[in-house]
């Protein structure tokens, strides 16, 4: 009864903060969806919802002029003279009619719209411009459903309950809203004070969909959807994208014509959009858009197609058509699960200016109003310029019930005691533990013994689990209070030995986090990177390669680590280790054996009762750091004064560090080691990404140092890698050849065209691939310097499941050649 009563409650709501209120239909009949609503040369308007039923704040009695316009019908001035409140206007729109003049076409002549086109785009800056420089109100709203969810996924059952979907595994997953203050200025300054926000079922919740990242301007060259710039219609080249068809003229309400024209996709797999522009024919200025944007044209082929309108409204007071609305209509699936979403933005109250007071645009482009996020149902009906559809109104109630249904300590009680109930396989399988009590989490997390187990020479079979318990008090958001404690063990059969070492790690605040470490591991010689685990017992267990080589290691350290500035983060550590050689005691091969094992030495191969070094003690000591150019520049302050830095790929990373080993048991051992490093990856519109890492460093004293403190470069003797990225490996280098306790210098250079050039090439285009290329350089006094030249394809796969990558790979020291292959990158390798 309770939520009829709430369900009858918001009905009463509604239509009491109604002004003006009414539905938009077609001829037919049929509600039309998304209709825009403004009173004539003003800034106040709304948006329809998905039903077509309309609110408009009209406050005052008076004469008014209300516009109603949608695309593909035509649009309708309403006179009213209001005197009471609320009042109901139902309006029909009929469709629009196009009108060509008559023309004669040759197989020489161009369509009209190429014409219309070239104006456009002669004159997007100047169209830009006009509205460059604003303050507006916005109010964002999105739903997003869901269809057949199964009721388990690999065997874990699904909560339809919690999800707040239906027995059939449908219904609507997300509801939220938000209002707020926009300040922008062209081209890139967009500054959004978050005023209120709402999310279904969740009353400390923080909606995402806000103006930032999707404040689309199609007078811009490129439209940025993440990883991929889609060419606007109206980019100086877009010629060279689309094709243009002029599908009829009509009339608006203030005498100006407007052109449809339908775009073109002129390959499909470019980063194009498709459907229709309307430009006005004096100006040649945006009237409207709707646009078809494919899932596969944008890299994310989970969705089947985003339908993005905007609407454009006319002052006569300023002469500036300024966008009014833009909705999204999200089509989407995944392995028999439909996803659909409706994303609804509405922008009113412009405030046009010539510029801007010094010190409007700050690093800060985005806040929260404080208690943003629990304004009462009263203040959002009085606030919501797009009412709630019936659909939506049930599921906040619902899912409000749920919050409180969830939020009752006794209900978290009891969730947890079932949660946390330690079972009969708990010791095999794992265990986990967590309890949340007023912002204060708790964890306990065991991973179990039935681990896949690893496979090297040394160990042989081997198996590792960790305990793990971590205390986050975030009572305070400005100042967690953190502590975790970890043991790690791992036990190698063939060596019938047990290795545990232990981690504590504290934050004091402002002053930094303090980590103490210790215990007995089992280290490679290149640790970092080391050759990942995985590859390694493939490699042993199929071919006999067995690179990954290892030593024993006793330790105890303690490392500090703080921010002293915004820009800067720096460690310093000091630490104990007792290191002692190790060799194979495992031979055991699956599948080819037709040669032997090499030794555990890396130096001597084939000499298995050698090793690199003789047993010994040392300390360490260094300090390390990090300078990110503007990398925390921008941010966005969260309530509570949290503050969540934007990182700017634009710019460098530079790293630092200074190591001194002292106090050895052998003095031979003792070294000083500097090295720095510089990284920087830069996007160029749709044209590719570039990435360059740049390496490089010193030894002092090193000249007889153990093995395990050189410089060892990343090489990569499997053939096969993560599909990343290689900015960071040689993919054909042997791992110790070049190993160095001399001066070094180390480049990484690669880029990937996403799809620019590959997208151009008939019937290539069809494969979706990324062209990559790259290069790679050692220089060392001790070797001839090292080359590697790459190409390769990257989006490799079918579907959504575009996860390798293939590399052709040439080397050469100096201007020797000395070897070619084939690199086979899988992303999913980054997971073991």
């Not at 305070?476 to 404690?485: E, M």
């Not at 920087?680 to 010193?698: A, L, M, P, R, Y």
């Not at 790459?790 to 989006?795: E, I, K, L, Y």
């Amino acid at each position: 009864m309770h939520k009829l009563f709430t369900l009858l409650l918001c009905l009463a709501s509604l239509a009491g903060f109604s002004q003006v209120k009414g539905t938009v239909k077609d001829a037919q009949g049929e509600p039309i969806s998304f209709a825009s609503v403004v009173i004539k040369n003003t800034y106040t308007g709304t948006t329809a919802n998905d039903e077509g039923t309309y609110e408009l704040p009209i406050k005052q009695p008076g004469s008014y002029t209300l516009v109603f316009q949608s695309i593909g019908y035509k649009t309708k001035e309403v006179a009213l003279n209001l005197k009471e409140f609320p009042h109901t206007l139902n309006v029909t729109l009929e469709d629009e009619s196009y009108k060509m003049d008559e023309l004669v076409i040759s197989a020489k002549s161009e369509d009209p719209a190429y014409k219309i086109m070239r104006e456009a785009i002669a004159r997007r800056k100047e169209n830009s411009a006009k509205g460059g420089k604003f303050e507006a109100d916005f109010y964002s709203k999105a739903i997003f459903r869901v269809k057949n969810v199964p009721k388990s996924i690999l065997g874990q059952k699904i909560d339809f309950e919690e999800m707040g979907i239906d027995s059939t595994g449908s219904g609507v997953i997300h509801l939220s809203e938000t209002v707020s203050h926009l300040t922008y200025e062209e081209p890139r300054n967009l500054k959004e004070h978050i005023i209120a926000n709402k999310v279904s079922g969740d009353n400390q919740g923080l909606s995402f969909n806000t103006a930032r990242g999707t404040f689309y301007n199609f007078y811009d060259d490129y439209i940025d959807f993440g990883e991929v710039q889609m060419v606007s219609p109206l980019a100086k080249g877009s010629f060279g994208y689309y094709k243009f068809k002029l599908e009829g003229s009509f009339e608006e309400e203030h005498g100006y014509l407007v052109n449809k024209i339908k775009v073109i996709a002129k390959r499909n797999n470019e980063p194009v959009v498709e459907g229709y522009i309307y430009i006005l024919d004096d100006t040649y200025g945006i009237y409207a858009v709707d646009f078809d944007i494919k899932g596969y044209r944008i890299r994310i082929p989970v969705i089947k197609n985003l339908k993005l309108q905007q609407n454009f409204s006319y002052n006569q007071g300023n002469g500036i058509w300024s966008k009014n609305s833009q909705t999204f209509d999200i089509d989407a699936g995944l392995f028999g699960v439909g996803f659909t979403g409706l994303v609804t933005h509405v922008y009113t109250n412009y405030k046009f200016v010539d510029t801007f007071d010094t010190g409007v645009f700050t690093d800060e482009v985005g806040s929260f109003e404080k208690d943003s996020n629990k304004k009462d149902s009263i203040y959002w009906e009085a606030i919501r310029p797009v009412p709630l559809s019936h659909e939506e109104i049930t599921d906040y109630v619902k899912k409000d019930s749920l919050s409180a249904k969830y939020d009752n300590p006794a209900y978290r009680d009891s969730m947890s005691r079932g949660r946390n109930k330690f079972g009969i396989l708990s010791p095999l399988m794992g265990y986990d533990y967590y309890k949340n009590k007023d912002k204060v989490y708790t964890s306990f997390k065991y991973d179990g013994i039935l681990q896949v187990p690893m496979y090297n020479t040394v160990q042989g079979w081997n198996a590792e689990t960790k305990l793990a318990y971590t205390r986050n008090d975030a009572r305070d958001s400005l100042r967690n209070k953190y502590f975790s404690a970890s043991a790690t063990f791992n036990y190698g059969l063939a060596e019938d030995r047990l290795r545990v070492q232990g981690t504590l790690s504290k934050n004091f605040g402002k002053i930094g986090y303090v980590y103490l470490k210790g215990g007995n591991s089992i280290e490679q010689f290149n640790n970092s990177p080391a050759i990942d685990p995985f590859i390694n017992s493939v490699s042993t267990l199929f071919f006999k390669d067995n690179y990954m080589k290892l030593y024993d290691k006793q330790f105890w350290g303690l490392t500090y680590s703080r921010s002293p500035f915004s820009f800067l983060s720096l460690s310093y550590g000091i630490e104990y280790q007792r290191r002692r050689p190790l060799y194979n005691n495992a031979d055991w091969v699956l599948i080819k054996n037709d040669h032997d094992y090499t030794s555990n030495n890396p130096l001597d191969p084939f000499n298995y009762g050698s090793a690199p070094f003789e047993k010994h003690h040392i300390w360490k000591a260094g300090i390390a750091g990090s300078i990110v150019f503007k990398q925390r520049g921008k941010y966005i302050t969260y309530p509570g004064g949290y503050k969540s830095y934007i990182e700017q790929v634009n710019y460098p990373k530079i790293s630092f560090g200074y190591i001194q080993g002292f106090g050895s048991s052998n003095s031979n051992y003792n070294y000083s080691h500097l090295y720095g490093s510089g990284s920087w990856s830069e996007s160029f519109d749709n044209k590719g990404t570039f990435s360059i890492n740049v390496k490089g460093g010193k030894f002092f004293n090193g000249d007889n140092i153990a093995f395990m403190d050189y410089k060892h470069f990343n090489g990569n003797e499997t053939h096969v890698n993560n599909g990343g990225t290689y900015n960071n490996v040689f993919n054909n280098l042997p791992y110790y050849r070049l190993s160095t306790n001399n001066a070094y210098f180390e480049l990484h250079t690669e880029h990937n065209d996403n799809g620019y050039i590959m997208n151009k090439i008939p019937l290539l285009s069809a494969l979706q691939w990324n062209l990559v290329g790259g290069y790679h350089h050692i220089s060392s006094p001790d070797y001839k310097s090292y080359h590697e030249v790459t190409v390769g394809f990257d989006n490799i796969g079918v579907g959504m499941f575009r996860i390798f990558r293939v590399d052709y790979v040439r080397s050469y020291q100096g201007s020797t050649f000395i070897g070619d292959g084939f690199v086979f990158g899988i992303k999913l390798l980054g997971g073991f």
